[in-house]
């Protein structure tokens, strides 16, 4: 590619971070396979348990158990089987100018090799198979589309999301791509390609398949540092939302301010419910207007560190959950009930990596085996952390007649 194909290619990518991806744009009427758009989300919350895509296991067919013992199943992503089922790896297949060192576990983006690259990028932009998930990307993922996926009320997908991608992948400077504007662009409109990809895939499983973006990078745009401020990543996914086939949907276990979160246009939002403690006030209105919209809520009640873990029980957290609840209800026009119809029940967050200690404080591990008994005990919280979830969800069900 010459360098005049090269500023034409560019200029079009900076054409399209002005257009973004409003509904009938002329970009999205010549790629996108489905000419309707939808935001219907096709069935009720009622306290529903789900969890986090990330988990730590090395067995896939026990992950996958695991997964569909839930109300909606999802496709877990393994990375101590291999650095493919990496999340950020996995939504890298086919972005121009993206390197991924399997050896040292690296991933970074060369500029040279985007422009060398960006030319063949765009005449295989019209092939669906350019934002489908290899096999070689995710064995689990295709484990999981050969299930038979068809009785549950809907199953799940997930995609590390644009801001934090661009933010945790950076150049040969070591400069995020996030702050290079027609890079940007680009890699929005590819995870949302990407996203609509993977929609379509998990449709043909199951009717209600939605798919949300993992986005931890959420957390960092209300750094005075970062470059990339709350007011542009809150424009810039309004915008993404409207070129999905399916209900824009979103995960964030990092701190953030809920009624933000909310207000960015999303319809199933899912986050870190236990952390906050106490349901602020201020929280009330945001989260029944959500409610009241026909939104959904994933409230990440179950911790997954084993400290604290042990220190709860499923009545505990049902007692916990419900008081969130009842201040929202006690300052706004929706009932605790309503809530908990538009409700689902998930883990706090994975546990690939435990928070502080792995294991409880009497259990000891030989250096030794330290590794292995690590990663073992990683399972175990996450697997007593799926059964108090279900037993929570049987208690709220009751509660509330769902």
Not at 273 to 286: C, E, T
């Amino acid at each position: 590619m010459d360098q005049v194909e090269r500023r034409e290619l560019i200029l079009v990518f900076k054409t399209l971070a002005s257009l973004r991806f409003t509904k009938g744009n002329w970009f999205q009427n010549r790629y996108l396979e489905e000419s309707v758009m939808s935001d219907g989300i096709g069935f009720p919350g009622n306290c529903q348990t789900t969890a986090m895509g990330i988990m730590p296991h090395r067995d896939i067919g026990r992950a996958l158990e695991l997964s569909l013992s839930l109300d909606i199943p999802y496709w877990p992503q393994l990375p101590n089987i291999s650095y493919y089922e990496d999340m950020y790896v996995q939504a890298s297949q086919h972005f121009p100018g993206v390197v991924v060192d399997v050896e040292n576990q690296k991933l970074w983006f060369d500029s040279d090799r985007f422009n060398r690259e960006l030319g063949d990028f765009s005449e295989r932009m019209a092939r669906p198979e350019t934002f489908t998930l290899s096999e070689d990307y995710s064995c689990v993922y295709h484990r999981f589309l050969a299930r038979d996926l068809s009785k549950y009320p809907a199953i799940r997908g997930q995609l590390i999301g644009p801001v934090s991608f661009g933010f945790k992948v950076v150049d040969e400077n070591k400069r995020p791509i996030i702050y290079n504007e027609p890079v940007r662009a680009l890699l929005l409109d590819f995870i949302q390609r990407k996203v609509n990809a993977q929609q379509r895939e998990l449709k043909e499983k199951n009717p209600n398949a939605f798919v949300w973006l993992d986005e931890p990078g959420l957390g960092w745009v209300f750094s005075g540092l970062s470059g990339y401020d709350d007011l542009q990543a809150k424009r810039e996914y309004r915008d993404f939302w409207g070129g999905l086939t399916g209900p824009g949907a979103l995960h964030l276990c990092a701190n953030i301010n809920l009624p933000y979160l909310l207000g960015l246009g999303v319809r199933i939002i899912s986050f870190d419910a236990y952390q906050i403690d106490v349901m602020p006030r201020g929280y009330a209105a945001a989260v029944a207007r959500f409610v009241l919209d026909g939104g959904i809520i994933s409230w990440g009640i179950v911790p997954t560190d084993s400290a604290t873990l042990r220190l709860e029980t499923p009545d505990k957290l049902a007692e916990r959950l419900c008081g969130y609840w009842q201040v929202v209800a006690d300052n706004s026009e929706v009932t605790v009930k309503d809530i908990a119809a538009r409700a689902l029940l998930a883990p706090a967050r994975c546990c690939l990596k435990n928070i502080g200690e792995v294991g409880a404080a009497d259990e000891k591990v030989s250096a030794k085996n330290q590794e292995a008994c690590h990663r073992s005990l990683e399972e175990e919280v996450v697997e007593r952390a799926f059964d108090d979830l279900k037993t929570l969800s049987r208690l709220l069900r009751q509660r509330f007649g769902r």
